[in-house]
């Protein structure tokens, strides 16, 4: 148990249906980031949250939808999605400290993501 | 580009030493990340390296040379429970972290 945890753990969708992924860190930190994995891919940076705002984008698909309504919790919306979009989306949080360097990332256990 | 390099899959037997390489080639370096991802879990922290040298914890003990852009991970007296993949990333100048494809430790009895 690293103190981030993310429902559902595994979904199924259908490319016109409409769902939310969510995340929640019992670890007081200020950060939270989405990250998506793929098979023998490196982890993509999604969406970083600081203190609740969007501090990064990494050019995510407008259908992919995230919202951060407080520092404990982030979500994922997602609509219209592709085939390709299915993986892993892993959340994560940090302390969100000035010394990034030192700002290590928590990881939840993942939603296994399938998109017929 | 900024590119991480980590062998995709590598095999060890129970009670011996493994070494994990990760080379990178980055926009800046401001310390090297390893962490632990068993088969459907989370990944979890092992390591945080931003001096050359070797930092030791436990049985793990992760190594730096960014002269070369080269780290690894080692580990000693293997147990079947470190049956999983070690994920190398760096934190580039812009304090976003890079990540490496993972390495997938598998361990044989």
């Known amino acids: 148990e690293t103190g981030v945890t993310q429902t559902p753990r595994h979904l199924v969708m259908g490319m016109t249906n409409k769902k939310s992924l969510k995340c929640e860190q019992h670890?007081?930190?200020?950060?939270m980031y989405w990250y998506k994995q793929s098979a023998k891919k490196p982890l993509e940076l999604m969406f970083v949250?600081?203190?609740?705002?969007?501090?990064e984008n990494n050019s995510v698909p407008s259908r992919f939808s995230p919202e951060c309504p407080n520092s404990s919790h982030l979500f994922l919306h997602l609509h219209t999605l592709q085939p390709e979009d299915s993986a892993l989306y892993l959340c994560?949080?940090?302390?969100?400290?000035?010394?990034?360097?030192?700002?290590?990332?928590?990881f939840g256990p993942g939603t296994r993501l399938t998109v017929l | 580009g900024q590119n991480i390099d980590q062998p995709t899959e590598m095999t060890a037997t129970e009670g011996a030493i493994v070494q994990i390489n990760c080379t990178y080639q980055t926009s800046g370096f401001n310390g090297l990340f390893w962490y632990q991802q068993h088969a459907g879990e989370a990944p979890t922290f092992l390591s945080y390296?931003?001096l050359d040298g070797l930092e030791e914890k436990g049985r793990f003990s992760s190594f730096l040379s960014r002269s070369k852009g080269y780290s690894y991970l080692l580990l000693k007296e293997l147990q079947m429970k470190d049956s999983a993949s070690y994920l190398c990333?760096?934190?580039?100048?812009?304090?976003?972290?890079?990540w490496g494809a993972g390495t997938k430790l598998i361990i044989k009895p």
């Open positions: 670890l007081g930190h200020n950060a």
């Open positions: 994560a949080s940090s302390q969100g400290s000035r010394d990034r360097a030192t700002d290590t990332q928590y």
């Open positions: 990333a760096v934190l580039d100048s812009n304090y976003q972290l890079i």
């Open positions: 949250y600081s203190l609740e705002e969007r501090v």
């Open positions: 390296n931003v």
